[in-house]
């Protein structure tokens, strides 16, 4: 009834456009260490991958969206000085056809980091899916891109050093 009263909820991430910051709320854990050969062994590029610990996935920079898969398993990102990325969440989770996924961005759009991209259900989709969520640099544009070391980390926490 007094829903109009309600707190929208806001994701206000401060970060320059140089740095990355955590997509959710999880645990980092090095690449090498995914199920999924072929992230694990950097084939895409490298970068780091997340247990997570709850279900909104979240823009890891600023920049735009280059790709937003229908089926919400995958983001390509162009962040504003020119390193490209994409955000793969769970392995194989393609299968799923989109479901258990809920889109909450559009390709083409331009985003902030902590800007909500896709909500998870970990629930359902991790009784058949390993849903490690894995962020790849696919091109760093000639820039030194490190993250910092695995830890629990909190959705829009700076990652990058």
Do not use: W
């Amino acid at each position: 009834m007094l829903s109009i009263f309600k707190k929208k909820e806001v994701n206000t991430v401060v970060c320059s456009d140089d740095e990355f910051v955590a997509v959710a709320n999880g645990t980092l854990v090095p690449l090498e260490n995914v199920s999924d050969p072929a992230f694990a062994s950097k084939m895409m590029g490298d970068g780091i991958a997340i247990e997570l610990s709850e279900g909104t996935i979240c823009a890891p920079c600023n920049g735009t969206l280059d790709v937003a898969y229908p089926t919400g398993h995958a983001f390509g990102i162009t962040r504003n000085d020119g390193v490209e990325m994409i955000i793969h969440i769970g392995v194989n989770t393609v299968e799923s056809n989109g479901k258990g996924f809920e889109v909450l961005a559009s390709q083409g759009q331009t985003v902030k980091a902590g800007d909500p991209l896709v909500k998870v259900d970990l629930k359902s989709l991790s009784k058949k899916y390993d849903m490690v969520t894995m962020l790849i640099v696919t091109d760093p544009n000639e820039k030194e891109i490190s993250f910092i070391d695995c830890q629990e980390v909190k959705k829009g926490q700076i990652i990058s050093k």
